[in-house]
């Protein structure tokens, strides 16, 4: 299997990286409830891990996934905390539509 | 054409529509398995690589912990019906045709790209197994190990403080 990139080609990962990444960010833009912005964002995050390992393969570098590693943890912890922070908006608002979180406008 | 291409293609079929579906479904559970769905599929193409260890790791975070996390927020916020109320048809215009630009600017981008690039050539050498990784991890990379740890501690302790219950005041 060391040889897969011989055979995919490194230019198929990245055209499959960039589509995904841009569907993230469609979602982001598209959707206006939270918890599915918030998925967008996990799907951007994966585009680029799966980026990150494909030339961690392409220098037969082992960094990469370290890497990836680190920044699964740090994806780990946002979503945690972001979710923990939509459920203390949902307490106060009883709805996560974020057109309605507005109070800070002058 | 090859085994792995037609792998490769099946799988990149099913992580870009499911990432699709996740977006354009209206009930938000739904969402949700489509998103386990994607993952499961993103798991795939790290094991085409042969990175096992980010498999297993992707596998447990995403499709285990972050997905029930999810899960467990739609159901207790009770968002499993579909009332979502419409944006307006330009911001949806608006974000369609930033999503094509922003594609059409990448894609240019790197298609431009790959002519700069080397050449790949395999050195058949072992770098990316669990023992190797695992060397890596905790020598060169033993602080920032350490300091993740620290890093979902405090995660957990903010998420516990920010979920809790606020006393009212009399």
């Known amino acids: 299997m060391n040889n897969i990139l011989v055979q995919i080609g490194i230019e198929n990962y990245i055209f499959l990286c960039v589509v995904l990444f841009c569907i993230g960010i469609f979602g982001v833009l598209y959707r206006r409830n939270a918890i599915i912005m918030f998925m967008s964002i996990e799907i951007m995050l994966n585009a680029v891990n799966l980026l990150f390992v494909a030339f961690s393969t392409f220098h037969q570098d082992a960094q990469g996934q370290v890497f990836v590693f680190f920044s699964m943890a740090v994806a780990a912890a946002e979503v945690a905390v972001g979710l923990a922070i939509l459920v203390s908006i949902f307490r106060n608002s009883s709805s996560i539509d974020i057109d309605n979180l507005k109070n800070l406008k002058g | ?170």
């Open chain 2, 1 to 170: 054409m090859s085994t792995l291409l037609i792998i490769f293609y099946f799988l990149s079929a099913i992580t870009l529509a499911t990432a699709f579906l996740t977006i354009i479904s209206k009930n938000p559970i739904h969402s949700a398995i489509y998103l386990v769905i994607c993952f499961f599929s993103v798991a795939g193409h790290y094991l085409l690589f042969n990175a096992q260890f980010l498999a297993i790791v992707h596998i447990i975070v995403y499709s285990g912990a972050i997905m029930v996390l999810f899960l467990f927020t739609i159901m207790l916020m009770n968002l499993n019906k579909e009332g979502e109320p419409h944006k307006k048809i330009a911001t949806k215009l608006a974000a369609v045709i930033s999503f094509g630009l922003v594609c059409f600017v990448m894609l240019a981008v790197f298609i431009k790209a790959m002519p700069k690039m080397e050449t790949y050539r395999t050195s058949g050498q072992d770098f990316q197994s669990i023992k190797v990784l695992g060397k890596v991890l905790l020598n060169e990379y033993m602080v920032p190990f350490e300091f993740a740890s620290v890093l979902l501690l405090v995660a957990m302790m903010g998420v516990v403080l920010l979920s809790k219950k606020e006393k009212t005041i009399q």
